[in-house]
């Protein structure tokens, strides 16, 4: 009994170390997006507060929390205050599928574990839109979610194709299996895809059609403030986050073993504030032609040629 309390005591601190760990990254991600947009439009980014604007993130963060929380009257009181709670909470929980050293968190179902979460998410988008009982914040959530379900589609096509040439749910499996050949080398489209559907799925430029008025503002978190804006904020850095760790662990070996892996999962980040600065935001017809007419095939057709691949060799082991 006494052993297994002590194994409980040693998992909190490990999910308390590991949530932690990623809102300091959120922090010094938001940092990194102003530093990066700053030197791409020839401009210095925050440099005043802190050495070289190293403490902005928490400057920001105390002035956001500490500011007035407003309430529209016509809101629906607390479904508007508990989706963005709710929604960095799922955010956070997405992070538990990450391989840790304790056993209990380090899960067999850990792929099956971060489909249940993400797809939940595109609930709070819904919820944040429609309880603000605002007809722009309802309409930027409705766009937002129309979007996120066209990209998740081919998303979870590319995802089970991988699953059926590992065999598993478990995403350190993933990396066992990329200790000789990284699987971006053995399908770059299935890589590219990916990282596109990821910008999709994250309401990234060239894809951030929920703002993409002048109408709209911010889109479904149009009427948040204070509070409720960071928290949203900080759930969907912490979403950046997360989709750069998956792609590092389905497409580039996924050893976070070493320094080296986490190196990797900057640079997709990276990736993600690259193209915010470089390129124009698409047209919202085109973007669902993308997701239905040109992603959905490529992927169902990877999908089938691996199944036909497991196949052929499970009938040569045979």
Known sequence: MFIYFIDLILVFLNVLLMVVGVLVGVAFLTLLERKVLGYIQIRKGPNKVGYIGILQPFSDAIKL?????????????????????????????????FPLSTYFLNFSFGVLFFICCSSLG????MVSGWSS???????GGMRAVAQTISYEVSFFLILLSFLIMVSSFSVYDLYLYQQLIWFMFMCIPLAMIW??????????????????ESELVSGFNVEYSSGGFALIFMAEYANI?????MFVFFFMGGNIISFLGFIYIV????????????????RYDKLMYLAWKSFLSVSLFYLFYFFGLKLYLFTLII
Do not use: H
């Open 65 to 97: 929390f500490s500011k007035e929380q407003t309430n529209p009257i016509l809101s629906n009181y607390f479904m508007y205050y508990a989706s963005p709670v709710l929604s960095l909470f799922l955010a956070l929980c997405m992070w538990f599928s």
């Open 122 to 125: 595109v609930y709070m988008i």
């Open 133 to 139: 009982n605002s007809n722009y914040s309802m309409l």
């Open 195 to 212: 990282f596109v559907s990821s910008l999709a799925e994250t309401n990234r430029t060239p894809f951030d059609f929920a703002e993409g």
């Open 241 to 245: 986050l997360f989709m750069s760790f």
């Open 267 to 282: 640079f997709i980040s990276f990736l993600f504030i690259w193209v915010r600065g470089t390129l124009p935001r698409f």
